[in-house]
C-alpha cells in the first residue's frame, strides 16, 4: 500500500486530471497526499562579487509571490471537498528550477504523480524537465498522467513492459500495490521469438507475481518495423490496458538529462498512464 503520495502543480493543462487520480489513489491506499504549488521568481543579478537581488524588481518578486499565494488558495478549495487527508504548499524555486526543487520535496513520497501530454507536442520541454528531476533525483517513481487518461480503481488491466534490467525490476516491485489491485497483469516481452534470452527472467518474474497472488499472463511480442514503444502503446491500446508499468532509462550529459528512446517516446505518446521506476 502506498501511504504517501506527492504532485506537483505544472501549470499544464492536464494537471486537473492528474490531480484527480491523484485522489483516487489516495483515497484507494488511505493515503496522505501532498500537492506542491511552485513559485518561479527571477534569478538574482550577479556581478563580480556576489548575487544580488534587482533593486527594480521587488515589486515583481512580490507580484510573483502573490499570484503563487492564489493559486495555493484555489487549490485548496478545490481539495477541501475531498475525504482524503492532504495538505498543499508553495514551493519557490528560481526560474528554470523549479523541477529539481520540488525533487527534493518528494524523498518521503513512495509516488510521484505527474500531468503528461498525451502526444501533445506543446509543452514536452517542460514535461522533460519535470519528469528527469522527478524520476532521476528523487529517486521515487513516477506515475504521468495523461489528460482524460485516469483509469477507474481497481485497475481491470495492467501491462509490464519486461526487460531484464534494474530500472524495469524497480518499476515492477514499486509498482507492486498497483499490481496487486489489478484484475489482469500481462508481462509483455519485445524480442527475437521464443528463443530470446530474456524470457527466461521473464518467466520468472511472472511466477514472483503470481506467488504475490497476482493474475499474471506472459505475452511475447515482436517489433517488426515499429519502434518499442509503438509496439507497446498499440497493444495497450487494443487490449485495453489502463496502466503501464516500465523501466525510465536515462544518463546525465553536460549537466543535463539525457533519456533513454524508449523511455522518451512512452512520456511523450503514451494516452494511458506510465509508471516509471528507475
Aim: glycine share 8%; hydrophobic share 45%.
Amino acid at each position: 500500500m502506498y501511504k504517501d503520495l506527492m504532485i506537483p502543480m505544472t501549470g499544464d493543462a492536464g494537471d486537473a486530471d492528474a490531480l484527480r487520480l491523484a485522489v483516487k489513489l489516495a483515497a484507494r491506499h488511505s493515503a496522505r497526499l501532498s500537492v506542491l504549488e511552485s513559485v518561479d521568481l527571477p534569478v538574482p543579478i550577479s556581478h563580480a562579487w556576489d548575487m544580488v537581488p534587482d533593486p527594480t524588481g521587488g515589486g515583481v518578486y512580490e507580484a510573483l509571490r502573490e499570484r503563487g499565494q492564489q493559486r495555493l488558495a484555489d487549490l485548496k478549495a478545490r481539495l477541501d471537498d475531498e475525504t482524503v487527508c492532504w495538505d498543499a504548499r508553495a514551493v519557490e524555486a528560481m526560474y528554470a528550477d523549479a523541477p529539481h526543487t520540488v525533487a527534493r520535496e518528494a524523498f518521503d513520497a513512495d509516488l510521484c504523480l505527474l500531468a503528461g501530454s498525451g502526444g501533445r507536442a506543446d509543452g514536452a520541454a517542460a514535461l522533460h524537465a519535470w519528469f528527469t528531476a522527478l524520476l532521476l533525483e528523487s529517486g521515487r517513481p513516477v506515475l504521468v498522467v495523461p489528460p482524460a487518461s485516469g483509469p477507474t480503481l481497481p485497475l481491470r488491466r495492467a501491462m509490464v513492459a519486461w526487460q531484464p534490467t534494474r530500472p524495469t525490476a524497480r518499476a515492477v516491485h514499486d509498482a507492486l500495490p498497483l499490481l496487486a489491485d489489478a484484475g489482469l497483469v500481462e508481462l509483455v516481452v519485445i524480442g527475437r521469438g521464443d528463443d530470446d534470452p530474456a524470457l527466461d527472467s521473464a518467466r520468472r518474474m511472472v511466477a514472483h507475481l503470481v506467488r504475490h497472488s497476482i493474475p499474471t499472463d506472459l505475452v511475447n511480442l515482436r517489433a517488426g518495423e515499429h519502434s518499442v514503444a509503438e509496439v507497446l502503446l498499440d497493444y495497450a491500446e487494443r487490449s485495453g490496458v489502463q496502466l503501464l508499468v516500465a523501466g525510465g532509462y536515462g544518463h546525465s550529459r553536460l549537466r543535463e538529462w539525457v533519456l533513454g528512446g524508449v523511455t522518451r517516446e512512452l512520456l511523450l505518446s503514451a494516452r494511458l498512464p506510465v509508471f516509471f521506476g528507475h
